[in-house]
Structures are given as C-alpha cells and as structure tokens.
C-alpha cells in the first residue's frame, strides 16, 4: 500500500513524522500515533484542525527571486470533500485541515495553535 511521510511541527514540541496510507487522513494517522492534534467537527467545516504545508518533497524551493517561495499545498494533499471552512487565498496560502486532507506527497505541515490564529474562525460555524 502506498504511503506518505508527513512530518509535523508544531512549536514546542518534537517533530512529529507520520506514516499515513494514501486512504487515511493526516489527523486519522496522528490519533493512531499517539500523536495529540486538536479537532472539531471532523468535516472541514471548522478551523480547528489547521495546519500549513510548509515543504513538499521534490518541490523546487523557490531559489529564483521571481519565484513564489510558498509550497504548493495542492501537491501534498487532496480531500475526503472541499474544505468548506477555508477560503480560496487560506489554500493558496498553504493553510489544510487535517482532519479531511490525504496525502498526496512526502511533505512537512506547520500545526498549532499559532497556525489557527492565523486563519481564524470558520464562517461555517
């Protein structure tokens, strides 16, 4: 079976590198290590789950200045539904929620709760 390393930072905290089979999702695969992430609805239509991509593997790194240097968080996750609780500029932005986001590529994700305060609270709920 096909499977993605996922490694998550999170402030104050070792970094975490996840297993997570292409059929599980990011936060599916933390909970079955052990791995204390915070979640809500489940659904992707609250916050609370956020992270950001911040490296995909084999992903150029941006080195040319005319190049944006943010990872292209559409390469290192597809969803179980749409994230209804992100706008289009928070995706673009590489903001996911893991709680509905499948790996698609080895990649490191950025959660905490510096990451939702970023986004901030979900229209939906």
């Known amino acids: ?22 059929r599980e999702t990011i936060l599916e695969a933390a909970r079955r290590d052990g791995v204390r992430l915070p979640a ?14 911040v490296g995909v593997e084999g992903e150029d790194d941006g080195d040319d200045e005319t190049t944006d240097s943010r990872p292209d968080a559409a390469l290192a ?11 289009g500029h928070e995706r673009a932005d590489g903001y996911v929620l893991l709680c509905i986001a ?24």
Not at 1 to 22: A, N, Q
């Open 77 to 87: 996750v597809d969803y179980r539904r749409p994230p209804q609780a992100l706008a």
């Open 1 to 22: 079976m096909t499977s993605y390393e996922v490694v998550l930072e999170r402030p104050g905290s070792p970094d975490h590198t996840l297993e997570v089979s292409k």
């Open 102 to 125: 499948l790996p698609r590529a080895d990649c490191r994700i950025e959660a905490g709760p510096q990451v939702r305060a970023e986004v901030g609270d979900s229209p939906w709920r």
């Open 40 to 53: 809500d609805c489940l659904k992707g239509t609250c916050t609370t789950c956020v992270g950001r991509v």
